[in-house]
């Protein structure tokens, strides 16, 4: 079975910076698409950046331009890099991978911005 193992959340002011890691139990490049999710308290979970094998990535609006989604195949990672903080992207960062026939979700990692 795929596990998804989220890392890097936490606590930060407005304007800060976090680095969350999802570190994949397989090799990425069987999954065509990985990317992160988000959850805030009683909202639904909403992309927020997603990148393919052939494509660049795609990022929701209200992250474009402060969030980079990266991969490192060597190291079977994906990262998400946020920056310019802001207390509405506090929640529960997902990890979702896609693969030819299957989707998986990582547990969840917290970030918390606060104003």
């Known amino acids: 079975q795929v596990q998804l193992v989220e890392s890097g959340g936490g606590l930060m002011q407005a304007g800060g910076s976090l680095r969350l890691s999802c570190a994949a139990s397989r090799i990425l490049f069987s999954f065509n698409t990985m990317g992160w999710y988000r959850q805030a308290p009683g909202k639904q979970r909403e992309m927020v950046a997603t990148i393919t094998s052939d494509r660049g990535p795609v990022y929701a609006d209200s992250v474009k331009d402060r969030f980079t989604i990266s991969r490192d195949f060597r190291e079977n990672t994906v990262y998400l890099q946020m920056r310019s903080l802001k207390p509405e992207d506090t929640g529960v960062y997902y990890c979702?991978?896609?693969?030819?026939?299957?989707?998986?979700w990582g547990q969840g990692t917290l970030v918390t911005v606060s104003s």
């Open positions: 979702i991978a896609i693969s030819m026939t299957d989707t998986f």
